[in-house]
Nanobody, 126 residues
């Protein structure tokens, strides 16, 4: 069973940047679509970004498009989420996830993902 470990969270000011990392316990980045989700207190988990198994396509949630970038380093087996121009509403726990084999839902849906990390807290203060 693959494990996913996020890191890089912290407390920053509005307008700052932060880069999150996700390290899978197995070399899966070339085989599976990977996603980032976030969950703020009292809210449902929200799709943030995803990158396909071959790295050719990326997807973003409406609230982060143009500010966040998902990427991967397949040589070192690390998934990244670069977050720029951070806002207070970006405050949440951020999770990386690996999609399911033979999924029937879109990359934007939680149900598409089978394995999840434990999350890393991002707090943006104004």
């Amino acid at each position: 069973q693959v494990q996913l470990v996020e890191s890089g969270g912290g407390t920053v000011q509005t307008g700052d940047s932060l880069r999150l990392s996700c390290a899978p316990s197995e070399r899966i980045l070339n085989s599976f679509t990977m996603g980032w989700f976030r969950q703020a207190p009292g809210k449902e988990r929200e799709f943030v970004a995803a990158i396909t198994w071959n790295g050719e396509r990326t997807y973003y949630g409406d609230s982060v498009a143009g500010r966040f970038t998902v990427s991967r380093d397949t040589a070192n087996n690390i998934l990244y989420l670069q977050m720029n121009s951070l806002r207070s509403e970006d405050t949440a726990v951020y999770y990386c996830a690996r999609d399911r084999l033979f999924r029937t839902t879109t990359v934007r849906q939680e149900a598409s993902y089978e394995y999840w990390g434990q999350g890393t807290q991002v707090t943006v203060s104004s």
